[in-house]
């Protein structure tokens, strides 16, 4: 009813035309419908998997009294490293973006899954600051630091002692801190994939490492099966042993987690028999109810009650192994025996619903899981934060007296290395229906402006308005590697259009409709197996966009 009123208010007070090959969109909606989240729960004491949907991949978290801190990996979206809070784990709140100006992230020419990795975020209590440390691809690792997260943080402090990935801080209760990190073993790998975990000393007061580094893992776990891609270390103390908590694998269906304790830093480290102590890949039912894969890079906390609890990543295939919603953040209680820690026992599924006492009802965003709908009116003078760039965008777009977004449209386009003019919003649900209005009129076939679904330069898919012949139409392109119209139609005139996109699973549906005119099937089925990460590779998920480009 929201969508039809708005529509009804644009269709009276638009009026056609604008700067030439400018392009304005008056709104975008979306709309998520997935079964798994289509059912109900007691919000005061349950909560659904995964706890932030859509592309929210390698999650780190912090607490600082009974305040929750959580970031996560953009690669090269920007602004960089989306921040979090919460008082409960649960119900979050986004605070904005750690690194929000060209001065902290420089992106360059990266591509899709290059740029960040692995944000850590970390509270140091002696010096009352809060610390976040990763890997920018194309720069090396650095950190910034910060009093207050939500009044900004430092200029990056370079870390080139650092030659690997996936850095971490642990500040000790005694004073002492140290940064551990993925990196290359010692000597000569002995096979492919095989890396090690190195520790630093770090000096608080210096800002800087100290002291030659030392290798604390090397393979990983159950060495004589060769396992590879050891990464995303997180050392933290319980009790009389340092823990030190790994993802080992890779990324995609043989990911998992592993631990290791001693009883000091540097070792000697002792490998838990009961390894991993968190997979997805021991399940072979591949039809299983709300499955999940590629669980781990995960993190522990321990809450002010005592309680433990870990963040990690996993994902949400619609078949087979084919997801185009990305890597999640997901949430599970973690259990000890014997001195070591559970997040699931083995061949056990990662469940929708879980139970935890106390919920912040109301205090979290609505728009981080479970089904839910919004509209963007662009009514303000800012865009809102959902929105990201591609790389370290320019000044393209602006926002007018009345409501609605105008684009600027560059000469680069989504299959550039250069930062394209477009605006991108997380795909968070397998089954959606996202809609735009559109006042655009093309002034020669290079020119185009529309939605595209986006997963790197060489597998996405637009739809828009452009000129075919010299004549005004409306053509839908899929690239996977190549670039094919699956579909166009002409339009009968210039004014304004509307674009919809409902995507079911594997395929999406097209349409389009000129004013006040019905919806027009444009392409029905279309398969968009091209925006999942298995097909496409990279690290990232599917992103909505509101684009626009006139190729010189």
């Not at 210096?206 to 002291?211: A, F, Q, Y």
């Not at 080992?248 to 490998?271: D, L, M, N, Q, Y």
């Not at 605006?423 to 006042?439: G, N, P």
């Not at 968009?528 to 626009?548: E, Q």
């Amino acid at each position: 009813m929201m969508t039809k009123l708005i529509f009804a208010s644009l269709l009276l007070s638009m009026s056609v035309g604008g700067m030439a090959q400018d392009a304005t969109f008056k709104f975008f909606s979306y709309e998520g419908m997935d079964q798994r989240f289509n059912q109900q729960i007691h919000a005061d004491r349950q909560y659904l998997n995964p706890i932030l949907a859509g592309f929210y991949p390698d999650p780190s978290v912090c607490r600082k009294g009974d305040t929750y801190y959580l970031v996560n990996s953009t690669f090269s979206f920007y602004p960089g490293v989306p921040l979090f809070m919460s008082k409960d784990l649960v119900n979050w709140q986004q605070l904005g973006h750690v690194l929000n100006s060209s001065e902290q992230l420089q992106l360059g020419t990266q591509p899709v899954s290059g740029g960040i990795f692995a944000p850590a975020i970390s509270y140091n209590e002696k010096n009352k600051t809060f610390y976040m440390v990763t890997t920018n691809v194309g720069k090396g690792n650095f950190y910034v630091k910060s009093k207050d997260p939500q009044q900004g943080w430092s200029q990056p402090i370079p870390l080139p002692q650092v030659d690997g990935i996936d850095p971490s801080f642990f500040f000790d209760k005694n004073g002492k801190a140290y940064l551990v990190h993925n990196g290359k073993p010692a000597t000569a790998q002995r096979y492919e994939g095989e890396c090690s975990i190195w520790l630093h000393e770090f000096d608080v007061k210096g800002d800087s490492l100290v002291g030659a580094p030392c290798e604390l893992v090397r393979g990983g776990t159950h060495v004589d099966a060769q396992p590879i891609w050891i990464e995303g270390p997180h050392l933290f103390r319980h009790g009389k042993y340092y823990y030190l908590m790994c993802a080992e694998g890779g990324t995609e269906c043989r990911h998992s987690e592993v631990i290791f304790r001693a009883k000091h830093p540097f070792g000697p480290w002792e490998e838990y028999a009961g390894n991993p102590i968190l997979t997805q890949r021991d399940l072979t039912d591949n039809n299983r109810t709300d499955m999940v894969t590629s669980t781990g890079h995960a993190e522990l906390i321990q809450t002010p009650e005592g309680e433990w609890w870990a963040v990690f990543l996993g994902c949400r295939p619609y078949e087979d192994d084919y997801y185009n919603t990305g890597r999640e953040t997901f949430l599970l209680p973690v259990t000890w025996n014997d001195g070591w820690p559970t997040i699931l026992p083995k061949q056990t599924a990662v469940p929708t619903v879980v139970e935890k006492k106390q919920l912040a009802v109301g205090e979290g965003s609505s728009e981080l899981t479970g089904n839910f709908s919004f509209i963007d009116c662009f009514d303000g003078k800012k865009l809102d934060g959902r929105w990201c760039f591609l790389r370290n965008p320019s000044p393209f777009y602006s926002f007018g007296d009345e409501p609605g977004l105008t684009i600027c449209p560059l000469a680069n386009t989504i299959y550039d290395s250069q930062s394209p003019s477009a605006i991108f919003v997380r795909q968070k649900h397998s089954d959606f229906t996202a809609e735009t209005w559109l006042d655009f009129e093309p002034k020669e076939e290079r020119a185009l402006a529309g939605m595209a679904l986006f997963q790197n330069e060489e597998y996405n898919i637009v739809l828009g308005k452009t000129l075919i012949k010299n004549r005004p139409a409306v053509r839908l392109l899929r690239t996977e590697k190549t670039t094919v119209t699956i579909a166009s139609a002409p339009l009968h005139g210039e004014g304004p259009l509307r674009l919809k996109v409902v995507g079911r699973g594997r395929y999406a549906d097209f349409y389009f409709a000129e004013g006040r005119g019905p919806w027009q099937l444009l392409a029905r089925g279309v398969d968009v197996v091209n925006l999942s990460t298995r097909r496409a590779g990279g690290f990232v998920g599917n992103f909505i966009a509101l684009y626009a480009t006139h190729p010189q």
